[in-house]
């Protein structure tokens, strides 16, 4: 048996329309308020006899046409967080629910850009961090760190150092020539003019991010 809509006065079945989609009432278990919310949203008549509020089973669908963009979201910030297109909305409200969904599009944008803008910077700061001293040799050990005794420890204390010396040379392998890119690009993008290194660098970082 196909799905068919619960709101009252829709007759909207499943493959009656291209991009219909049909969504479960949210459940007491995941979320008893939000299942509240679109159980009074929904406004159907109370159980005849019985006194009690409507009820949806696990088979009760809603379509997508009751929410604003046509899809429900999950962001509770959202005014399709809980569907608010039916018959029994007056249109002053279906007018002021578009005025907030253009809010809360405006404010995901800006959400959005300044997290894209943030990862930007992050980015940029790895790279100069890395680019800043590729030739940067380790600290040395403190004098008063304990020295080993034992010929295995030691070994293998000698072994390790080889290691991250091996490893350390080919980072400085990869790094290089980022960091000659980089300068090279500095050159093409600003020529001879006297801008402070550090602004430099952070704006050829950014065009390559």
């Known amino acids: 048996m196909p799905d068919s809509c619960c709101a009252i006065g829709c007759t909207n079945r499943r493959g009656d329309k291209p991009g219909l989609c ?3 009432i949210p459940s007491e278990k995941e979320n008893p308020e939000r299942r509240r919310l679109w159980i009074c949203a929904i406004r159907r008549a109370s159980v005849p006899g019985e006194g009690k509020q409507w009820q949806p089973s696990k088979y009760t669908r809603l379509c997508s046409e009751h929410f604003i963009k046509g899809a429900k979201c999950d962001d509770p910030l959202s005014p399709d967080w809980v569907p608010s297109i039916f018959s029994h909305i007056p249109a002053s409200k279906k007018r002021k629910r578009e005025k907030d969904m253009d809010r809360y599009k405006q ?13 930007k910077k992050d980015a940029v700061d790895v ?7 590729p030739d940067a040799e380790p600290a040395p050990p403190a004098e008063d760190e304990q020295q080993c005794d034992n010929k295995p420890c030691k070994e293998k204390i000698e072994r390790l150092q080889r290691e991250c010396n091996d490893l350390r040379e080919e980072n400085c392998n990869v790094i290089k020539p980022l960091y000659t890119h980089i300068q090279d ?3 093409c993008a600003f020529g001879n003019t006297q801008l402070g290194t550090y602004t430099s660098k952070r704006l050829t970082v950014w065009m390559l991010c």
């Open 107 to 119: 404010h995901s944008r800006m959400k959005n850009k300044r997290a894209e803008e943030q990862k």
């Open 127 to 133: 790279l100069l961090d890395v680019s800043s001293g």
């Open 185 to 187: 690009l500095n050159k």
């Open 22 to 24: 049909f969504y479960r």
